[in-house]
Every structure is written in C-alpha cells, then in structure tokens.
C-alpha cells in the first residue's frame, strides 16, 4: 500500500517536471515565431518602399514617352496637312481662302451684334458704368473700319466686358453712380443692381428708391417711394444683403399711374376744343334737369269717367259736367272744359277745338328738346374736330422734330384722341335722354288725343240716342 502511493507520488513529480519543461519550450517557439513576423513585416515594408519608388520612375519614364509620342503624333499631322497643303492646287488654295474668310465676317458680324446689344440691353443704371469702355471700345473700332482682321480682337475685348460683366451680376452688384431725383436735382451715392432691377441711395441720405429710365439723360431717373421703405432700402443697399421691395412691373407701374395724371389735366389734354364740348355738355345736363322737373310738374291727370262728363254734355248741363271733372288741374282737364263748352257744336268743331288745346300743351312739352338732339349730333362732330386739330398739331411737330422723339408728338396725338372720347362722353347721354324725353312727350300727347276721341264718341253717341227716342 506505502509502495503503491510511493509510485504515484513519483509520478506525479515526473509529470510535473515534464509540463514545466514543455512550457517552456512552447514560449521559446512563441517568441521565435514573433521574431520572424517582425522580420518578415520590415521586409514587406521595404519591399512595398522600393516598389513605389520604381513605380513613381516608371510612371515618370511613361508620361515622358506619351508626352514625347503626341508631339510626335502632333508633328506628323503638321507634316501630313503640309504635304497635303503643298499638294493644293491654286483653286483650291483660293476656295479655303475664301471659306475661312467667310468664316471670319461671320465672327466679325455676330461679335459686332453682341456689342450692339450690350449697349442697348444693360440696365438704364449701367450705362454711366459702362460709358467709357464702350466710347473706347467703339473709337478703336472705327480706327479699324477697313481692317477686319484688326477689329476681331477689339471685339473680344468687348465679349470680355460682357462676361465679366455677367460674372458680377451674380447675386446682384454695386457699384458707385449717380441719379436724377424727383424734384430734378443730380445726386451721387451707390447703386445696386439686382436682376432686371435697380435701387440707389444718395451719399447724403436724402434721396433712396427704385431707378427707372429718365429721357434725354444719361444718369437714371429715381422715382419716390415711403420713408420706411427708403430707410429699409438704404440699409440693405449699404449691408448687401436683406429683404428688397420688389416692383413686378420694374417701375412701370408708377410712371403709368403718375402719366395718367388727375382729370383736370386729362381734360386739359383737350385743349379748346375739348373745353367747348364741354360746356356744350353742360348746358345738356342743366336741359335735361329741367325737364325732369317739367315733366314731373306736368303729369296728366285723366278724369275717371269721361263717359259720364259726356252724358252730362249731351243734355246741356254744363255746370255738372265741369262738377264731374271737380278740381283736376292740367292739360287733359282744360280740354274736357273746352270740349263741354262746345258740347252743342258739329263733332267736326269739337274735335277741332280739342286739338287746338292739344297743340297749345304740345310746344310746352317739345320746348329745350331740340338743344338735346342739337347737342347729340354736335358733339361728336367737335369731338371730330378736335381729332383733326391735334392731328395737324402732330404732323407739324413731325416736321419740325421728326419721328425720333414720340415725347414731342404725344400732346399733338393726346388733344385727338381726348376730344374724340368727351364728344362721346356728351353725346352719349344726351341722345339718351332725347329719347327718353320724346318718347314720354309722345305717351302724354296720345293721351290727350284719346281722351279726346272717347269723350267726343261717348258725347255723340249719346246725342244720336236722344235723338231717336
């Protein structure tokens, strides 16, 4: 039993001695194993360091060749289009000549249309901006005007002025200008274009607001705007960045609204012939109130039973005859009293009698009429001849100024067209209320004469019935 424990102890410590001794073996090979990586990474590191320095030589030696090969390429293309130039019989030779010259007006035209156009379309602002290139531009152009080939790089050098001009027009510019202000002083400040539009602010502050194109001036026309919007403007104009009060009409709309101007000055445009018309309206409208009033006061009242008054008649009681009419007043009323008092006559004097009353009450009903119909007709032939007065008017300015400045012509084209529209304007109503006049003249007329025929066939008819019984 002792001798069995004694051999496992041994046993033990033999195994023992033996798992140390492999531990240490096994982290012997571990660090070798290490060692060799690290060698093995130096080398791979130095191996990758050589390579891409052959490779930078390589690709260096590359490029040299492909550099040296399209100069080649190059040289032999030269070579080639010589050869075949040398080989270009004069015909030929004089053909290209003639193409390339083609060629050359065409740039020349299309470079000389760019500049009309830059001249033209830059902002009414830009053109104190742009005077002096352009006045150089166009001097050294007319120092060339027979040598084509001089003016092409002239005309570049404006295709650059138009580029670098669209370049700083990049999220708007400013530059130092100067404006016409709205009582016609000149003031110098700064001016920013943004787009189509242009703002100005004076060096002094007194005067900010939209830009607009200003007639027979170089410098651009400033057109009043409200003292918060002009302080806010300034501001932005001064920062470069902030909220702009934006005019869709590009100003348009405030030149039409302060063109239209107030009626006295519309009517002013007129000139005398316009004031006449007008007077001549206004005696029409002073006519036509006055007959509103007269035809009012003047309402026929028709008596109830005009059989009745006519039955009263035909016996001879003329006292209760006139009694039925009672206390009516007006036309129809004076003539039933005149046809009771020849109640006893033939129908034929009766009727005449009648009638007689009727034309008595009718120039009371036509009078002042014809000043309406006067008027109606008259008016647009003044309104006429105002048209061929500010037409003569205008012809005689195209012959002392011509046709460049349509400024000049608009007051000649303005008295035509403004006594055309008041001799409408008057004759309009006027033929208006001549009907309406006639036609409630007519109705009061025909009135009376009914009246009159029913009480003389009423009164008649009751005599020719008493005379049978």
Known sequence: MKRASALALHALATASLLFGQAE?????LIEKTQTRIDQSLQEYQSFLVETQSEKLKLVSQINTLENALVKLRRDEQAATRDAKEGELTLEELQIRIKALDTQAQYSHGVLSEYLTNFESRIHVSEDQNYLEPLRETRELLNSQADNPAERLPILFQALDLGLARQESLLGGTRFPGRAITPTGGVKSGAIALVGPVAFFTADDS??????????????????????????ALKNIIEQGSGLLPLDSSLGNALVLKKAKGTLTEHIAKGGWVGYAILILGAISILVALYK???LRGNRIQTPEDIRAIAQSAAKGANEEANSKIGSKTGPIANMLVLGIEFSMTSQETLLDAMESCILRHRPRLERFLPILATTAAVAPLMGLLGTVVGMIKTFTLIEVFGTGDAKSLSSGISEALVTTELGLIVAIPALIFHGIFTRIMRSRLGTMEQVAADFSRHLFALKEKGGQK
């Open 292 to 294: 509103l009033i007269d």
């Open 206 to 231: 007194s005067a900010t607001g939209p830009l607009r194109f200003n007639s027979g001036t170089i410098e651009p026309g400033l057109s009043a705007i409200l003292p918060e919007d002009a302080a």
């Open 24 to 28: 240490a073996e096994f982290a012997d």
